[in-house]
């Protein structure tokens, strides 16, 4: 295991608890990468970088794809170079 997903649940809280910034210091301290999902909004992006999260996950880029619609954005665009 090299790395540490945060749960959507930590993440929504993080104005009303700032203290669940302390799971990226945590997994920092056990050589993890922090993932976090669910950011929905620039406000929890901001407090996790500043708490040097790795990775982020969220409505903040895109929103859930229905099976049906991502097949057809593959057959219209398929992956490149995948082997």
Known sequence: MDR???DHSFISDLASAPN?????AMAHSLGLE???EG???VEQLKFLNMHDCND???YLWATRFLLKSLL???TD???KNLH
């Open 4 to 6: 540490l997903k945060i």
């Open 20 to 24: 669940n910034a302390v799971l990226t």
């Open 34 to 36: 922090v993932i976090a």
């Open 39 to 41: 950011v929905e909004i």
């Open 56 to 58: 982020v996950q969220g």
């Open 72 to 74: 057809s954005y593959y």
């Open 77 to 79: 665009y398929p992956p």
